[in-house]
């Protein structure tokens, strides 16, 4: 019995690892838009906040995502791809606010000078995660052997949902500790540490600037590309066609100019269907605030 469970747990841990191979990019991509949620607070809450959203993170994929996916898969799985186009559409939203923000356009109504309101951020972050998390789910979902059992396929999924929370929260929280760790080698008695300390400190703000701009485009690129790949599969592939020509006249080029075209088209058309949104947005909320201010 005991070697039948090892196979067992042998299989669904081998099978995880190769599901999660393919949802590197993805993975990629959640880990570069948290840190920008914890910009702003104090270094005590720093920790704390990223916890919250990495348990959000967990909830998301163990009490929504997984047993959703499973059913819908099962009894619906026509559904799957209008959710991932309004999860898309969702993340494009978000990048194309944040690139506006770039240019002093603000549809907030929170001042930049004021403290942040944790629990706005952590519903923010958890929202986003939602979504990256989802589709990250649904590509180790797809690479799994289509002869799992639902219980093998469940257990290589849980799996696969915390491997992924661990590695990328450690790395947000890596990344926003960094300066402490700048701080405390200053205070070394060797000099060299020292300077090595105050370099480091010294460019945070640098790569927090960078990783926030990284974040945006992953935004942009990953809600992009889900859009264009489930409309396509659903109501209109017009828009994937385009991209399919571009980087079908390039395969020529290699793999590595053929991936980064079809990323910058996808982040292009995530960028204008985000713009499109936001002009919606904002027009329904005008409307809003006018209908209510004349009674």
């Known amino acids: 019995m005991s070697v039948g469970l090892l196979a067992v747990v042998d299989d669904i841990l081998s099978a995880a690892m190769r599901a999660s191979a393919k949802t590197a990019g993805v993975v990629i991509d959640d880990a570069a838009v948290t840190p920008q949620y914890v910009q702003g607070l104090t270094p005590a809450r720093e920790l704390p906040v990223v916890w919250k959203i990495a348990l959000g993170s967990i909830i998301n994929k163990y009490v929504i995502i997984i047993p959703i996916a499973l059913l819908l898969t099962a009894f619906a799985p026509w ?81 696969i949902g915390l491997a992924m ?22 205070k070394s008695e060797s000099r060299g540490v020292r300077r090595f300390g105050a370099r480091v400190v010294a460019s945070m703000p640098a790569v927090f600037r960078v990783i926030s701009v990284i974040g945006t485009v992953a935004m942009l690129w990953v809600g992009g590309h889900l859009v264009l790949q489930n409309l396509a599969e659903t109501l209109w592939s017009g828009p994937y066609d385009v991209v399919h020509l571009v980087t ?41 605030r006018r209908g209510a201010a004349a009674h």
Do not use: N, Q
Not at 249 to 272: D, K, Q, Y
């Open 79 to 159: 559904v799957l791809p209008y959710l991932l186009i309004i999860g898309g559409g969702f993340l494009c939203f978000e990048g194309a606010e944040k690139v506006l923000e770039w240019f002093g356009v603000s549809h907030g109504e929170h001042d930049a000078d004021e403290p942040r309101d944790e629990k706005k951020l952590v519903l923010g972050a958890v929202r986003t995660d939602l979504i990256l998390s989802t589709e990250i789910m649904l590509i180790a979902l797809s690479s799994l052997d289509p002869d799992f059992s639902i219980w093998m396929t469940l257990g290589a999924l849980l799996v």
């Open 165 to 186: 929370t661990v590695v990328v929260y450690g790395a947000v929280a890596l990344l926003v500790k960094i300066d402490d760790i700048g701080l405390r080698f200053m």
């Open 248 to 288: 079908h006249a390039i395969e020529a080029a290699g793999p590595v100019v053929v991936w980064i075209v079809e990323t910058a088209m996808s982040a292009v058309f995530g960028l204008i269907l985000g713009l499109l949104i936001v002009g919606v947005v904002t027009g329904i909320s005008r409307l809003t």
